[in-house]
Nanobody
Framework: QAQLVESGGGSVQAGGSLRLSCVAS????????MGWFRQAPGKEREGVAA????????FYADSVKGRFTISRDNAKTTLYLQMNSLKPEDTAMYFC?????????????????WGQGTQVTVSS
């Protein structure tokens, strides 16, 4: 039933770009809010960006503002994360998620459905 499948990860040099995609089931795509999260080895999972389904209001972590853009294609029920000016510290496993309206929007505990992740590696 509810499912999220990420793709688009890979290895790039610092300053490069990648676009991550997350294909969702119709139900999961219709959940209140969707977002991108990341987790590096030995570190806690952190919120990167989120978008509200009803009004497309977006939220970004301070570390990615001005570099990353979250968007969605309703016809394809797909969520995207455009990542520009990538830095080595962006290296992590990136996860797509869908969840409720609870605040704060970038808290992992506020998301119910999760994908399996796609690896992003940025070299100096």
């Amino acid at each position: 039933q509810a499912q999220l499948v990420e793709s688009g990860g890979g290895s790039v040099q610092a300053g490069g770009s990648l676009r991550l995609s997350c294909v969702a089931s119709t139900y999961t795509y219709s959940v209140w809010r969707m977002g991108w999260f990341r987790q590096a080895p030995g570190k806690e999972r952190e919120g990167v960006a989120a978008i509200v389904t009803s009004n497309s209001l977006t939220f970004y972590a301070d570390s990615v503002k001005g570099r990353f853009t979250i968007s969605r294609d309703n016809a394809k029920t797909t969520l995207y994360l455009q990542m520009n000016s990538l830095k080595p510290e962006d290296t992590a496993m990136y996860f797509c998620a869908a969840g409720d309206y609870y605040y704060p929007p970038l808290a992992p505990n506020n998301y119910k459905y999760w994908g399996q992740g796609t690896q992003v590696t940025v070299s100096s």
